[in-house]
């Protein structure tokens, strides 16, 4: 579940079955804070929204026959980039929150990426690096276009977390092939 602290004693949120604005699954794999100070949670099923004032939560789930939902309800990440807009990787792609009709716009739900498990993001210069189990990728969001940033000629490298320093230096930290400097 998601747990809150305030220094003195912890509230435990956690899902309900019989409560559609509990949280939605107990597996939080991401948290992020929006400019609104709301936080977002990725579960192993669903992606949530919660508001403080409410403390309820607004679940978002994969429909297939709904290409406005969100890609998949597996959320690896949640990224709030420099123009407040909200990204979510998934185990299916890349999706970006529309706020105005709450949907998503999925990206990488064709063949332009081999890895659709998204396991990073980070803003760089307007571009979003997006590290997966099979690389890293560079997505322009103005265009939609991703290409592969190889980081070994030989083999695929998975991409666990991606990190900006206040110098400006990235770094990709790697499942057993250990940090690069980007």
């Known amino acids: 579940g998601l747990n809150r602290y305030d220094g003195y004693t912890f509230d435990v949120f956690q899902n309900a079955e019989s409560d559609s604005l509990s949280l939605s699954n107990n597996y939080v794999l991401a948290i992020s804070?929006?400019?609104?100070?709301?936080?977002?949670?990725?579960?192993?099923?669903g992606l949530n929204y919660f508001d403080y004032s409410t403390e309820k939560f607004t679940r978002f789930f994969?429909?297939?026959?709904?290409?406005?939902?969100i890609s998949n309800n597996h959320i690896r990440k949640i990224y709030i980039d420099s123009s407040g807009?909200?990204?979510?990787?998934?185990?299916?792609?890349?999706d970006l929150y529309e706020p105005n009709n709450?949907?998503?716009?999925?990206?990488?739900?064709s063949d332009n990426i081999s890895d659709k498990r998204i396991n990073a993001i980070l803003e760089v210069d307007g571009h979003l690096l997006i590290g997966t189990d099979s690389g890293l990728y560079i997505f322009n969001p103005q265009d939609g276009k991703v290409k592969l940033h190889p980081l070994?000629?030989?083999k695929k490298i998975s991409i666990k977390s991606l990190f900006k320093c206040k110098n400006g230096d990235v770094y990709a930290g790697t499942f057993n092939d250990g940090l690069f400097m980007l």
Request: hydrophobic content about 25%; aromatic content about 14%; proline content about 2%.
């Open 33 to 45: 804070e929006d400019e609104k100070k709301n936080l977002w949670v990725g579960t192993l099923f």
């Open 62 to 69: 994969h429909s297939p026959n709904d290409g406005t939902s």
């Open 85 to 94: 807009r909200i990204w979510i990787g998934t185990n299916s792609g890349l």
């Open 102 to 109: 709450k949907t998503f716009k999925q990206y990488f739900n």
């Open 152 to 154: 070994s000629e030989n």
